[in-house]
């Protein structure tokens, strides 16, 4: 349950490219024959490049739209 104060802020649709990308890395990590422990790695180092690039992706796209307040 979301409180009150933050309804304004929250937007469930925000954590739709946060899920595919999950998904992505998931797919393509699970179709590799590698070591479990290199899997591990590499799953780590691809959620947080791809974290840093949706999070600048998505920045870009709201200061490029007008905003409608």
């Known amino acids: 349950m979301i409180p009150r104060s933050l309804h304004r802020y929250w ?17 393509f990590t699970s179709s590799l024959q590698l070591n479990y422990w290199l899997k591990g790695y590499l799953v780590l180092l691809e959620a947080q490049a791809g974290i840093v690039i949706l999070a600048i992706a998505i920045a870009k796209l709201r200061r490029s ?5």
């Open 11 to 27: 937007n469930g649709a925000s954590f739709v490219p946060f899920i595919l990308l999950g998904a992505g890395i998931f797919a």
């Open 65 to 69: 739209r007008p905003s409608s307040r």
